[in-house]
């Protein structure tokens, strides 16, 4: 969830398709970089990678994140933007130690775009359309699958329960996230249109304004995320072996795979970036179990590909189903 920045040279399509397919990889490999902090608080996690890449991104977008946050007609949404990020960046950590990589990563993946649709359909007053509950559907079907295959083999528990809760806060946060960015892309820009879901962010760096806004969304949540990480975490940050781990989140799958992300969307359409972007929980997942010995067992894996699958629906070409 991090905004990238732009190149100058528009890659070819082959290339375009290569930086996404990377993006989508790195983004697979947050869960389990975790696991090599181990007794890290989920919180100092997304504090001090959101904290960091926030600022990173914030500084890349120069200029336009001054402007996003003086101008009145960004500055609100931009706001907004921010305060889901902050607890987007808790959350979603929090759901990887409590519910696992693989069960805390796919639910708070596939719930965004079910999210996304709700805050649509609240605020905006934009009636949901049939592959939008087809997708959602198939995509809660998954996570109902992986989630009891989960709790089949660890014995449920109080600790998966709030993970699952915040991995769907998760979900929730980072689609408001989302909508916060293309109301603020429309304001700026009058015309603009943004979908809501994943990748949103990387869509608007290539919209007039978008990395600047995008920018400031990231450098305001670095703020609160910075002090609370300095406040709270000082026992984690003093450790010299947990560095590592820290500036490879913040600067890798965040600053680096959005960056990705955004390059591949210059030569490659959204739609099928989207679905290439779907790579992140299949890898998330395999390295759950290969590096961290999480076990998914063939229900597991069948939750994942159902939500895999609802997800594709949602983002794949062709005809909007009535």
Do not use: C, K, Q
């Amino acid at each position: 969830m991090t905004g990238p920045a732009s190149a100058r040279r528009v890659p070819t399509p082959a290339g375009g398709l290569a930086a996404v397919v990377v993006a989508a990889a790195v983004w697979g490999t947050t869960g389990t970089a975790t696991h090599f902090a181990p007794g890290v608080p989920a919180f100092v996690f997304g504090a001090v990678t959101f904290g960091i890449g926030g600022l990173v991104l914030a500084a890349v977008a120069g200029r336009g994140t001054l402007r996003a946050v003086a101008e009145r007609r960004t500055r609100g949404w931009a706001l907004l933007g921010a305060g889901a990020l902050v607890v987007y960046a808790v959350a979603f950590y929090a759901a990887l130690a409590d519910a696992g990589v693989a069960l805390g990563t796919t639910i708070a993946i596939g719930s965004s775009p079910v999210f996304a649709g709700l805050v649509e359909w609240v605020s905006d007053r934009r009636p949901v359309t049939g592959r939008w509950i087809i997708a959602t559907l198939v995509s809660v079907a998954g996570m109902v699958v992986v989630t009891l295959a989960r709790s089949e083999h660890d014995g449920g528990g109080g600790a998966l329960a709030l993970g699952i809760a915040s991995a769907l806060l998760a979900g929730l946060t980072y689609a408001l996230y989302s909508w916060a960015v293309a109301r603020g892309l429309h304001a700026a820009a009058g015309a603009v249109s943004v979908p809501g879901g994943p990748g949103v962010e990387a869509v608007a760096a290539g919209l007039p304004n978008g990395r600047g806004l995008v920018g400031a969304v990231f450098g305001i949540a670095a703020v609160p995320l910075v002090v609370l990480v300095v406040v709270a975490g000082a026992p984690s940050l003093g450790e010299g072996g947990n560095w590592p781990v820290f500036l490879y989140l913040a600067l890798v799958p965040t600053v680096l795979g959005h960056s990705l992300y955004a390059v591949g969307l210059r030569s490659v359409g959204a739609s099928v970036a989207t679905l290439v972007s779907l790579l992140e929980p299949v890898v998330a997942a395999v390295l759950a179990v290969l590096v961290v010995g999480e076990h998914l067992g063939t229900t597991g894996w069948v939750g994942i590909a159902l939500v895999v699958a609802g997800l594709a629906v949602l983002a794949g070409p062709g005809r909007r189903l009535r």
